[in-house]
């Protein structure tokens, strides 16, 4: 359809000072829309009654057709976009069988009953939510003149990340790999909980998000595995690579799990059992355990001569020992036992000749939560739904401006 819309409005302004003009532009931006809206909602409307069958059916009797007008314009409703509230016409009809009323407003616009704000509306304010603080957010909008609080932002964010679901894919690669990270929870003491994340491979090379939980550190693992189940199933093979609680897997035909120590965690959580063994933070005993740590968990990616790698392991295995032995000498049991355990499963992945690429992958996955998580204070869902909606906007495809954007519309000038 093409609408013809002419605004006419009466400015009181000062000067011609572009800071004004853009002041005062401010004011009128809303204004403007809510009439643009309500000038395409009226034509829209006026053309669908004129239609033999009727756009909706009548809530009274099902009918649809036989509607006439009641009013084009009864008490005005609020309606949230992303420019801020606008005001908008009630559009009323009436069933000629039943004599049943229905606002039709709503119903034209795609707005669930009551509802304030379009889902394509919650979507961006959610994202947007994801990408920044709640309250940089706010400050950022309202900097182009649009009014939102942060805590409807923050509900927005909370209502679209619940509904957000993930699952693998069966036409991408069948190889995955999981990993968690930390979150500072209100209400919980020290280190929070852990955010856990499952990846798939895409058969681009990529990642994509496939499974994400939030729960206790080194257990809950099921949470995150459990939903995957049925569709591991569907894969001929399926290669995970996890230093989580994988026992609930083990039973499914063609999985083969990989249990790799995370490498890159494996430094930090030692600092806690240094801290246990009454080593002071930061004195050169500590720096001289860390650093050995450090050197044996850095691997050197890229080689595939099988000798090679092996050489390089026993290498590091040696002075992992060493290191063990050290610990046990001086009375540091909690760090010894800590890296006996380890031990075992530290260069699976290394020793499988799987690319250091995948770890790097996830690690940049786990930054990506983290840069969000690290501002704000989280409660365990609400850290859950923001991240479900970050990760879903970088890792697989979730755009709400792009779906915008792609609308089939055209502004033509009144010349033309
Ligand atoms: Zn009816």
Redesign the pocket.
């Known amino acids: 359809m093409t609408v013809t819309i002419s605004i006419n409005y009466k400015i009181e302004i000062p000067d011609c000072n572009i800071e004004t003009i853009i002041a005062c532009f401010r004011q009128a931006l809303i204004l403007f829309l809510s009439d643009f809206v309500n000038t395409i909602l009226i034509e829209f409307a006026i053309q669908y009654m004129k239609e033999k069958t009727f756009l909706f059916a ?6 649809n057709h ?1 509607f006439i007008w009641k009013t084009k314009r009864a008490r005005d409703t609020r309606i949230s976009t992303v420019f801020g509230k606008i005001m908008l016409w009630q559009m009323q009809v009436m ?6 009323k229905m606002y039709i407003t709503r119903k034209l616009l795609d707005i669930a009953p009551r509802q304030s704000m379009s889902e394509g509306t919650k979507k961006l304010f959610a994202l947007l939510g994801s990408l920044t603080s709640f309250r940089v957010s706010e400050k950022m909008l309202k900097l182009v003149g649009v009014r939102i609080d942060k805590m409807s932002i923050w509900r927005c964010t909370q209502e679209v990340g619940e509904q957000l679901e993930f699952d693998l894919d069966l036409n991408e690669g069948g190889r995955g790999e999981a990993d968690g990270t930390g979150v500072a929870i209100n209400g919980i003491k020290k280190r929070g909980r852990e955010l856990k994340v499952f990846v798939q491979e895409t058969i681009t090379g990529g990642v994509r998000i496939a499974g994400l939980s939030i729960g206790k550190y080194e257990s809950d693992w099921d949470k995150l595995f459990n939903p995957l189940k049925s569709s591991l199933k569907a894969f001929d093979n399926f290669l995970l690579v996890t230093d989580g609680d994988s026992n609930i897997l083990k039973s499914i035909k063609g999985v083969k799990i990989l249990f790799q120590r995370c490498l890159w965690h494996l430094p930090y959580q030692m600092k806690y059992y240094l801290w246990k063994d009454g080593i002071k933070r930061k004195s050169t005993e500590w720096y001289h355990l860390l650093g050995k740590v450090f050197d044996i968990t850095a691997i050197r990616y890229g080689l595939d001569d099988e000798k090679e790698i092996e050489g390089i392991i026993k290498i590091k295995n040696n002075r992992l020992d060493k290191l063990i032995s050290y610990c046990l000498e001086n009375g540091y049991t909690n760090s010894a036992s800590y890296l006996k355990n380890a031990r075992g499963d530290m260069f699976t992945a290394f020793s499988n000749k799987l690319k250091g690429q995948t770890t790097s992958k996830v690690e940049r996955v786990m930054r990506t939560v983290n840069m969000r998580t690290k501002i704000g204070k989280w409660s365990e869902s609400g850290a859950l739904n923001a991240i479900k909606v970050r990760l879903a906007h970088y890792y697989n495809g979730f755009d709400p401006a792009e779906e915008m954007y792609c609308k089939e519309v055209r502004v033509l000038d009144a010349g033309e």
């Open positions: 009548c809530e009274g009797c099902g009918s036989g069933c000629k069988s039943c004599g049943k």
